[in-house]
């Protein structure tokens, strides 16, 4: 069990479009889900903490405004990328909390042209 | 502010033989202390965790061998495989549900 899943695993957008990257927990219930950002052989950085029914804490030095998460429910949380930019290009990963431990998704990567 | 120090950066290791990955942390606000493992190109996987009463734990081939007077925790692999080549991390959790990161151990296991 604990199965955390994202969509879509990869995308290719144009600059100054949006990105919408869902993640589900799919079989159990997340009160919280938390956000990472990784660079290319580079360890993980915590974007942002998304509890279901509230609005989701970021970390310092993330903007609230172009990376819009919303969890709308216990298995789904979704964040999106405004305006995306070259430097957003990365990869994105989700994980479902239960008790103390994290599942992770598998991730999306973002490239934007 | 690095609170958790992970090494070595990478290693190498014959086939079957004890891959070693070393972690130190700063402060003992800390209680749950779990390794993942990572693929090229896929979120990483639990796999295994220790809490600080205790000193080691040992499931399969990995191990965790926990110091606390000391900070240190460190991932043992026995009779290292091919299949092992991963990215590692070691990462803390504290009371705010937060995971905090190494910064990864890039493992070759070699013929």
């Known amino acids: 069990g604990a199965v955390v899943s994202q969509h879509p695993s990869r995308v290719i957008c144009k600059s100054g479009t949006s990105v919408k990257i869902e993640c589900r927990s799919l079989?159990?219930?997340?009160?919280?889900m938390f956000w990472y950002r990784q660079f290319p052989k580079k360890s993980l950085m915590l974007m942002a903490t998304?509890?279901?029914?509230?609005?989701?804490?970021?970390e310092q030095g993330v903007e609230k405004d172009k990376f819009l998460i919303n969890h709308a429910s216990l298995t789904l949380s979704t964040l999106t990328v405004t305006s995306a930019h070259p430097e957003d290009s990365s990869f994105y990963i989700c994980?479902?909390?239960?008790?103390?431990?994290?599942?992770f998704g598998p991730g999306t990567r973002l490239l934007v042209l | 502010q690095q609170q958790v120090k992970q090494s070595p950066q990478s290693l190498i290791v014959q086939k079957g033989g004890i891959s070693i990955i070393n972690c130190a942390y700063e402060?003992?606000?800390?209680?749950?202390f779990p390794w993942y493992q990572q693929f090229p190109g896929k979120g990483p996987a639990l796999l295994i965790a220790?809490?600080?009463?205790?000193s080691e734990k040992k499931e399969g081939r990995f191990t965790i061998s926990f110091n606390k007077s000391a900070k240190q925790f460190s991932l043992h692999i026995m009779d290292s495989q091919p299949g092992d080549s991963a990215t590692y991390f070691c990462?803390?959790?504290?009371?705010?549900?937060?995971?905090?990161f190494g910064t990864g151990t890039r493992l070759t296991i070699i013929p």
């Open positions: 994980t479902g909390a239960r008790g103390e431990t994290q599942y």
């Open positions: 079989d159990f219930q997340a009160t919280t």
């Open positions: 998304s509890n279901e029914g509230s609005k989701a804490t970021y």
């Open positions: 402060n003992t606000a800390f209680d749950y």
């Open positions: 220790i809490r600080p009463d205790v």
């Open positions: 990462a803390l959790l504290g009371g705010n549900e937060k995971l905090t």
